[in-house]
């Protein structure tokens, strides 16, 4: 069965430091894994996507990275601002062979920045 | 301000109403989504249309009725909800390609109506 773990499921950090995100798919056969960002009453932002040959891709103060080998991937997010404060979704895309992908969404991380 | 635009923000509803859900974008994306969000849960995905066509039912109840008029526009039809139905509708859009939901485009999300079923 395909799955998405997050975690944490919920985090807490001072304003100004780093923090990472974990997520870990039993996805396959992988297309790509993306992270989104939802802030509370708005709907998803794509942060990065992630084919099975990068390794790592940043978006300003966010950097993914993925091991496709053992099925990881992070999301790491440099000197935490206030607007930094929201729900984070790992969502891994299964190859279909030219046909309807699927994708399967983590429960997601909520990330509090505390001034 | 999203690229993708969800009305209403908001709706009350009962659950002998009919009421529709509206979902725009202009971006010339091919590929629209149903989101069905319920509190603190990612996104389930209802419907896919690909050009104008419903290529993905997620056996969806009947209750929900999708349409695509045009490349632009996306409904969502609703009628005799039930309370559990209450939640965060989403509707997304993609460039299309042949892997229908998005291949390695992002979808681009709109802020949601929120359904509240009496």
């Known amino acids: 069965k395909n799955q998405v773990e997050q975690s944490p499921q919920s985090l807490i950090i001072l304003e100004g430091k780093n923090c990472t995100l974990q997520c870990n798919y039993t996805v396959s056969p992988f297309s790509n894994l993306r992270w989104y960002k939802q802030d509370t009453g708005r709907g998803p932002v794509s942060l990065t996507i992630?084919?099975?040959?990068?390794n790592t891709k940043s978006n300003g103060r966010y950097t993914a990275t993925l091991d496709a080998d053992t099925k990881q991937s992070s999301l790491h997010i440099t000197a935490s601002q206030l607007s930094d404060s929201a729900s984070y979704i790992c969502v891994v895309s299964q190859y279909s062979g030219g046909g309807a992908d699927g994708l399967t969404f983590g429960k997601g991380t909520h990330l509090i920045i505390q001034p | 301000d999203t690229e993708v635009t969800q009305t209403p923000k908001h709706l009350v509803m009962g659950m002998t109403n009919k009421k529709s859900l509206k979902c725009e974008q202009h971006m010339g994306h091919r590929a629209m989504y149903w989101y069905k969000q319920k509190a603190k849960k990612p996104p389930e995905l209802m419907f896919v249309y690909s050009y104008e066509k419903l290529s993905i039912n997620e056996s969806v109840p009947s209750r929900f009725s999708p349409e695509c008029p045009n490349s632009s526009l996306l409904n969502l039809h609703l009628h005799a909800l039930q309370p559990e139905d209450s939640a965060l509708y989403l509707c997304?859009?993609?460039?299309?390609?042949?892997?229908?939901?998005?291949?390695?485009?992002?979808?681009?999300f709109g802020d949601g109506t929120r359904l509240s079923i009496l």
């Open positions: 992630m084919t099975f040959s990068e």
């Open positions: 997304a859009s993609s460039r299309n390609s042949l892997n229908i939901i998005g291949g390695n485009q992002p979808q681009h």
